[in-house]
């Protein structure tokens, strides 16, 4: 097997500026989130570390599936591209970015695991909302027109993108947290190879957990009332359970907030240069996605636990035996 079958390099400086923003911003975030879950580690808090490896083994096997056997989409070329030059070396840590920074900030707010693995799924997708939006736009990427499940789109994302992330993230919430109480006292080692089998769990169960979608789509349902509407009840969801909240974490929301802020900002330099199609209804949604975790990620939680704070002030002092 020659060596280029397995990595390519190229100069960044081929290809248009914004590129090489991008893997830097992913780049960026992939340490950001790998720091975090690294330094929980060094503190005896295994579960992040191991999180971490489960969800970026997901990330891989879901791409390589993706080229071999879906043909849903084409990546352009990046400065390191993997496997025959179609996987490019920033995707890899895309996965773990965005799912990872997802559940943290779900897992913030302190609520019912089912609560909080639907919220991870809203999560993932607004932070994934600008970067999705402004893909194609940008050459990043291509969709193909194989598959008539991506054909009803939103300023060229299929709706079914968007509802990939809300579904499989909180699977991948969900499996984790199941998971890892059967795990917490075995070797690490044990369990991070566990985590390497809970990534194909993950698209296992993920898929299982599309069916519904898939029904209420027969049913004439159009994809893109589906999604919303899901997006709505999970964004309802978030905002009325009740939850302790606790006082955020900079470095997982600068993560969340990184590469969407990143691509927006992209976004903005190339209407500005006249180069973006329907710029106004990009920067639109865009902007509506980033106030969206704004709230999700610090204003509820710091709320709550303000109110968790002023709650246990108030109450009586319970006299001394």
Known sequence: MDLRDLVEVSSPLSRPLHFALLELAVLASTVLVFAHALRRYREGDRRHLFQWIAITSYGVQMELIAFNFLENYEHAQFTVQLHHGQLPLYVTGLYGTFLYAGIKLAERLRVHPIAEALIAGLAICLIDVPFDIAGVALGWWRWLDTDPVLAFRWLDVPVTSYYWYLIFGAVAAGLCRVVWPLLERRSFALAASVALFVGTGVIVLGVIAFLPFHAIAALGVEHGTIVAAHIVACGVLAL???????HRDR???????????????????????GSLDDAAPRLAWSIAALGGLVVLGSLLPLRRAARATDVQAAAPELPAR
């Open 240 to 246: 009325a359970i009740r939850g302790e909240g606790h």
């Open 251 to 273: 470095a997982i929301t600068l993560a969340a907030l990184l590469v969407p802020s990143a691509t927006l900002a992209i976004m903005a330099w190339a209407a500005l240069r």
